[in-house]
Structure formats: C-alpha cells, structure tokens
C-alpha cells in the first residue's frame, strides 16, 4: 500500500447556488437550509462528503481500492461481512475477537476510499470497529444573508392510482373520463436565486497514519471537491459549481530534517489563523444583492502567511 501522508492540511473552498436548492433541510418540507438568526445559508458535512463520495464512486468505478463503503441504498452490514470473508472469516455464532476486527477494519481501510477518508462506524453487524478518518469537513455558510422561496409549479400530468385501476388499459380508460383540469396537479419548488459559500476542511497526518490515507488519495480528494457539482445536476439544485480551492500545506521549519517533519504533521500554525487569510465580500458599487461570483472579490493575504506553511490555490 501507498505510504500515508506526511503533512497536515486545512483547506476553503467557495462554491455557489444560482435558482437552487444547495442542501434541503427535511425537517422543513426540504426547505433550504438557513440559520436563523443570520439568515446565511448553511450546507452540512453530510451533503458535502455525499458529493465527493459520489463523484470518487463515478471517477474511479466504484473498484478497490476506491470503492465507497457508503454508498447510496446498500446495507453497510454486507461489506462488514465481506471484510471478515476476506480476512479468514468467524467462527459460526461467535462474535469477532479483537484482532479479527482489526484484521476487517484494516482491509476496509485498505479497499475503501471514503472509509481511509472520513472514517466509518463499523461494529454493527459482524463489527470492524470504528475508524477516525483524517478529513474532516465543517458546514459551510454562505457568505451572504439567502432568501429562500417557495415557487409553484404546474404539473402536466397525475399519478392517480384510482380505485380498481391495474392494467395499462384500466387506466387509459380511467384517463379518457376525467375532465382535461383534472389529468394536471400543482406542486412546489424550494430554492435561493443566489448564494455563495464557504467550505472549511481539515486533515490530520496523524490519523492518516492509521488509515493509510496516501498522497494518491489527497489528489483525489481535491479533483473531487473541484468536480463534485459538475456530474450531479438535478432540477432541484439549479446551477451549482466549485469556485475555488485554497489548500494551506503545513511543511515546518526547523533545520533539522526530523523535527522538520514531526512539524509538518503537528502543524505550524492554528487553524482558524489560516482560514482569516482569505476574505471574501461583496463588491461594491453594484446594483442590488450579488447574484453572481463576479460580483464578489476575494482577497488572499499571502503576505501574512505563517512561516512553515505554503498556500496552493486549485487551480
């Protein structure tokens, strides 16, 4: 296997929403999903890894070692079973020992992208343990106060089951009786007309070590934040796309070539420090609220960068 990572990373991405619904909220009727007390918009983790699951999963096949442990409308359970198959099995109706679910937790790690990734609750089942992934998102807010609206829209067609109706010919019957106002039904539409958001991520090389989560990965990992929106269009999300990536590399600074890297992996600056540094705002002068990215301006302070650590703008 690929060694892991050396280096811990944060990272900010801008992505933008225009006439969608960037992540519905289903305790509010799949409204979008808003603070309250700001009014900014808000997009979760989950959404976000989703994204870059599903981009990995179409990218590199779905195959091992990229394969996603969490994938849509599977039971977790059967790949936690496949990863005891693959280790040698269990003994019949005795739960797995200790080192036989490290055995299952480390071929999971090995095969699966997302689970090397962001980690995974697998005791349930035939158990593998849990596994801390290294990549760690936040939700992401807006930079700007969203309106949400609630739109109507004509449906040109019904799905009435009608009663006694079961073959094609029932129901073109059923069809040919009804009143033309009746054969259409109204529905409802959740969205924003504009907003653009700030994602924040973060990666441990420490944990890294534990899942194996390798410089091939981090690549990944990047072409699917910048790609994830470009292959998962639906007429509930509108136009959504990445901005921009700005990734903070921590590479120590220490003469000596051993602290340098125990730096590297610790870190050589906080967090949030790394974040402040770029600063995103709407233009001025322009006419109305932003409805576009060219409408906001954003400003990297490359000057103020700590010692130790190097900036990479994608692309």
């Known amino acids: 296997m690929p060694e892991p990572i050396q280096n811990r990373y944060e990272f900010l991405f801008l992505f933008d929403c225009e006439n969608g619904n960037p992540n519905g909220d289903p305790d509010s009727g799949n409204a979008p999903r808003v603070d309250p007390e700001t009014l900014k918009g808000l997009v979760s983790d989950v959404a976000l890894k989703r994204r870059i699951r599903n981009y990995v999963q179409l990218a590199r096949g779905n195959e091992m070692p990229n394969a996603i442990f969490v994938e849509h409308a599977t039971n977790l359970n059967r790949r936690i079973a496949q990863a005891h198959e693959e280790t040698g099995g269990l003994p019949e109706k005795k739960k797995a020992t200790r080192g036989k679910v490290q055995e299952a937790k480390t071929w999971l790690c090995d095969n699966f992208f997302d689970v090397r990734t962001f980690g995974a609750v697998m005791s349930t089942g035939p158990n593998a343990g849990q596994v801390r992934g290294p990549v760690q998102i936040a939700f992401a807010q807006s930079v700007d106060r969203v309106l949400p609206l609630d739109v109507s829209i004509t449906r040109m067609a019904v799905a009435d089951e ?86 903070f590399k921590h590479v120590g600074t220490d003469s000596d070539s051993a602290q340098r890297g125990r730096q590297a992996m610790l870190g050589c600056a906080p967090a949030h420090r790394l974040f402040e540094l770029v600063e995103v705002k709407a233009r001025e002068g322009i006419d109305g609220p932003p409805r576009s990215f060219a409408d906001y301006e954003v400003t990297v302070r490359e000057d103020s960068l700590p010692a130790g650590v190097e900036l990479i703008e994608q692309p």
Do not use: C
């Not at 010919?169 to 700030?198: C, H, S």
């Not at 091939?216 to 509930?236: F, I, K, T, V």
């Open 162 to 247: 009608g009663k006694g109706l079961v073959t094609s010919a029932d129901y073109l019957k059923w069809e040919e009786e009804q009143p033309e106002d009746k054969l259409r039904t109204m529905g409802r539409k959740a969205l924003i007309p504009y907003g653009l958001f700030v994602g924040k991520g973060f990666i441990s090389a420490h944990l890294a070590q534990e899942t194996g989560f390798s410089e091939g990965d981090l690549e990944l990992l990047w072409e699917a934040l910048l790609n994830m929106y470009e292959h998962d269009r639906s007429s509930s999300k509108g136009l959504m796309a990445t901005r921009k990536l700005y990734v």
